[in-house]
């Protein structure tokens, strides 16, 4: 549906014509909606745990007051509780210092290899926990792309969390990066052999809040926002994200990022 706005305009003093001008608001709309949405989503989000606390409080005020394992149980799950919406309120956090960011194309050249094995490191343990292991294909060649060196940090965190989260019972993750020629773009490879993504679920897991209804989405943490901020980070650097998935077979997320030109050949030494 499309929206217009219209200007009037007088032309001369006394010409009794007018100009009229028809603007396009559509996409103003359509962002005021995405934004309504966004906020209703967000604090139904922070609801729900909110309120669940609440509830318990008022429990253990009352018929739990004096048994003592059910009030260590409802501590348990209060304090899960907080720890939930301390996450949704973090990637809430990144997600809107990204949209105040003005945006600025990266022009500091970054060796992506090193810049992947770093996020790995500290992640191994976190996979541990997971039940499973993070295996780096990188090799030691750098491969150079354009890019905000946090940001990039914050992809790669996101797909190997959601890879020791969702890929559990998979055992490995394969992490790798190639680039055919300098004229090709530099591709970063994360995958896991979980249960993988049901195909008609994969056009919709970057939009904000998005879970996939089975039984890992409900079982592992997490706020739906992961992917959402990858998708925008990427987007900020012209590059792009891509999946592929079947059930049972895992899921691989590819980055792809575009060439960076050859040093001594750019616009700016021309
Ligand atoms: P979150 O992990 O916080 O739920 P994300 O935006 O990171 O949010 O991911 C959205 C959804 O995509 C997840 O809830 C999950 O259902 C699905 N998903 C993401 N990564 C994987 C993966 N490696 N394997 C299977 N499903 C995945």
């Known amino acids: ?36 949405d966004f906020i209703a989503n967000a604090s139904h989000e922070l609801r729900t745990p909110l309120a669940s606390v609440a509830g318990f409080i008022e429990t253990l ?12 149980n409802f501590l348990q799950i209060m304090q899960n509780q907080t720890q939930r919406m301390a996450r949704l309120i973090d990637d809430l956090l990144s997600l809107s210092r990204l949209e105040m960011k003005p ?23 976190i996979a541990r926990e997971n039940g499973v292991e993070i295996v780096s294909e990188l090799g030691d060649a750098p491969l150079l792309v354009a890019g905000h060196s946090d940001e990039l940090v914050q992809v790669f965190e996101n797909l190997l969390e959601n890879a020791c989260k969702y890929g559990s019972s998979g055992e490995r993750i394969l992490v790798s990066a190639d680039q055919a020629s300098p004229m090709d773009e530099v591709r970063v490879r994360v ?13 919709r897991i970057t939009e904000r809040f998005y879970r996939v209804d089975v039984e890992t989405s409900r079982t592992q ?3 739906g926002l992961g992917l959402s901020i990858v998708k925008h980070i990427l987007t900020r650097h012209d590059a ?17 990022f575009p060439p960076v030109p050859p040093s001594g050949t750019g616009a700016e030494s021309a």
């Open 103 to 125: 945006y600025q194309k990266p022009n500091a050249q970054l060796d992506v290899v090193a810049l992947v094995k770093g996020v790995i490191e500290p992640m191994r343990h």
């Open 240 to 256: 792009r994200l891509s999946v592929k998935s079947a059930p049972g077979e895992g899921a691989t997320f590819v980055v792809h």
């Open 61 to 72: 005020r009352g018929p739990a007051r004096d048994d003592a394992k059910a009030r260590e």
């Open 221 to 223: 943490k997490g706020t």
């Open 1 to 36: 549906e499309r929206a217009y706005r219209v200007v009037a305009s007088r032309i001369g003093n006394d010409t009794g014509l007018y100009v009229l001008m028809f603007k396009d608001q559509s996409e103003a709309r359509r962002i005021d909606r995405m934004r309504a």
């Open 191 to 203: 995958q896991d052999f979980g249960p993988g993504i049901p195909e008609e679920h994969i056009p």
